[in-house]
Structures are given as C-alpha cells and as structure tokens.
C-alpha cells in the first residue's frame, strides 16, 4: 500500500514540478455512420443487390505545448460493426496512430515539425486530410515553415521504406518520395496560394530487373476571392514528370481548372455556382503519353459528387471528367441544409464498344446530393445525406452497370467529440 501511495505522491510532484509553462489538451472523437449503399461509386450491376453497414472511428487525441515545443499524438481505430465476433479476444484493425509530430518554434517566423502528420492546404484539391474517410490521411515527413507577416512558406519532405533493410528492395506501400513548397499570401480581400509537389514511385523496371523511381510534378495555383456577401474561388494545376504504363516508360501531360463562386443572398440562403475541368485522353489515342490528371492526395469525396464514381480510389488514368455544378445552402438555427446538383462530361472521346468507328456522347450523367446537419449541442453534431445518380450510357460503358437501376446512396453519421480534459501551467 505505501508503494502505491509513493508512487502517486511522486506522479503528483512530477506534474506539478514539471509542468510549468505546459499545456496539454486531450479530447476523444466517436463517430459511427450508417450507409445504405445502391449504386455507390459504380452503377449496379444485373443480379446485384443493396447493401447496408455502420462503420465507425474512435480516436484519442493528445496535444501537448511546453513554450517552444508543440506536439501531438492521435491514435486511433476504425471498425465496422460485426467485423469480430462479440467474444472476440483481438482487435481486427487493432489500434493505429493517425499522427505523431512534434514541432519545435526556432522564433516567430521559423519552425520545424518531424513525425506522422496531417498534410492540408487549400481546398484540399490537391493535398488533404480526407476526413470524410473513417481513416483519413497522414504522412511521414519533415516539415519546415516560414511565417512572416502577411506570408507563410511550407517545405516539405519524405522518404518512405517497408522496414529497416539491409539492402536496397522494391517499396510500393506508397510513393517512394516526396518533395514539395506551398507559398500563401493575401491582397485586402484577395488570397493567393502557390503550389509545387513532387512525387516518386518506385517500380522494377522489366527488362533490366533494375529499381527505378519515376516523378511526378504538381503544380499550379488557388486563388480565393471574398467581399461583402459575395466569394469565390479558382485553381489551376498541371502535371508533368515520368509514368509507368505496363512495361513502357512515358511522360506526362495533364492539366486541371476549377472555379467556384457564390452570393449571399439573405443571412441564411447561400447560392452558387461551379465548374471543374480535370483532362483525361482520348480512348482512341494511341498516344503514350498520360494525359489524364491525377489529384494526388486529395480530398476527393469532397469533390464530383458525394457518390464517389470519380477519383475516390477510382478513375485514375482515363478520359477525364467535366462537372458542371450548383450549390445551395440554407442555415438556421442548429440546422443546415445543402442540395447539390452536378452535371458530368468527359473531357475526352470515349468509342462506342459495339462500333469503333463512333464515339459516344460525352454526358456521362447527372448526380443529386441532399444533406442536412444538426447541432444538437457543442460536442455533437448529427448530419445524414441522400443522394440519386441519373446515368447514361456512356456511364455505363465506363462504370459497367445498368443505369436502369435506381442508383442511389444514404448515409447518417453521429460525430461525438468531448474534451477529455486541459490543463495549462
């Protein structure tokens, strides 16, 4: 007994000796979602049936902050409901650490930050954290950033193996290398970022059984306009570098646009109005080039629509996509409401399967996403979804399905995130 009482005698002089000018935060994050899913990314296809899940994250978050010194420690785990036995004695995804940094202020403008890391900017386009997936997205890299007044300077570095190896091996876990600069700024109601990112990947080369890496380059810029009741958006992107095509190496050549505005129009109805343009190649260009652009690391869910037919784990290398969209918002109270309606196009040919000489009508379909939130109070929001997809045939012909079919998508999500506790000393 007097072990134990020394030994919290000694955690207490501990945290009250050493915690000086420390501040540490903890707060947990519960958030299931239900959803019903009937054409989801893919029409459904002949003989195929509806199905329905509640997946689930729980994280733990840590932060921590000793005058210079930041850090932060996320673990986490993501389940779905069933996935083990209910006298299960393990885990099946087990617990994983979604971040683990820590980061050093040298003075006002300078700091450094190393470990497992959350990399986010803009509007996510390009690189983000992908928090509509239970998982998200995190990297292992080194960052370095400036801030002087009115600007910010981000460099950013990685370099990614399997394990601790004792001779050189092939690594395809996920991009061999990564490099990139992120530059912001403001002009009175004017912000403009610029963006350069590099990326290698690895692969075996076939006729040498040589290890090679190939690079791929982002770059482009965002620009975001905001006055009075009226904002707006654009960005504009190209890629270059090296790709891999089966056995041929080939460069690549795609580009990207999208621009979003919207009004005010009261205090609680929003209207806008968008476009995006991602480049795609002709299915009968017999090109070696890749013309088709790649949003890397982007938050894509949150983009061409919420049923995810377009660049969420899909859609990589092929003829692109067009999407012509509104949105409108409605706020009032604990509620919001969003309806929007997207119309999607090739941005390049596609041949008709049955006739080689034709090429099919560049509409691919028009998707309709419905959602609504509710605040029901400060640490718990409530928000579901519905969503319909009105395909055609050249959906069809892309996505193989029958457009036939009532295509459709629901979804409700309970997000739970209670402080755990703060301390600051």
Known sequence: M????????????????????????ANLQLRPRYEYRNGFKELMKDGSLPTSFVSQRSRLNFNFKQDKLKAKLTFQNIRVWGDVPTTTTSDKNGIALFEAWAQYDFNAKWSARLGRQVLSYDNQRIMGEIDWAQQGQSHDAALITFKPNNHQLDLGFAVNSDSEKLYRDLYTTSYKHMQYAWYHTSFSNLNMSLLFLNVGFQYKDVPTNELEVDDMQTFGTYLSYKKNKFDGNLGVYGQTGEGKLVTENTSIS????????????????????????????????????????????????????????????????????????????????????????????????????????????????????????????????????????????????????????????????????PRIFTTAK
């Open 2 to 25: 007097k072990l134990y009482q020394k030994m919290g005698l000694s955690l207490l002089l501990m945290i009250g000796t050493g915690a000086f000018a420390q501040e540490l935060d």
């Open 254 to 417: 795609a580009l990207y646009g999208g621009l979003n505005v919207s009004y005010a129009i009261t205090d609680k109805f929003k209207a806008g109005l968008g476009y995006e343009y991602l480049s795609g190649k002709d299915q009968d260009d017999t090109d070696s080039k890749i013309k088709s652009f790649n949003p890397i690391f982007g938050t894509n869910h949150g983009f061409n629509g919420f049923m995810d037919y377009f660049y969420v784990g899909n859609y990589k290398n092929t003829v692109g996509l067009q999407d012509v969209f509104a949105k409108f918002t409605y706020a009032t109270g604990k509620w919001q409401f969003n309806a929007m309606p997207h119309v999607f196009l090739t941005a390049a040919d596609v041949i008709d399967p049955t006739d080689a000489t034709k090429k099919m009508d560049s509409y691919l379909g028009t998707e309709i996403d419905l959602t609504a939130t509710y605040t029901l109070q400060k640490d718990i929001n409530i928000t579901g979804g519905y969503s319909q997809m009105f395909g055609s045939d050249t959906m069809e012909v892309l996505k193989v399905g029958n457009k036939g079919y009532d295509n459709n998508w629901a979804w409700v999500m309970i997000s739970i995130n």
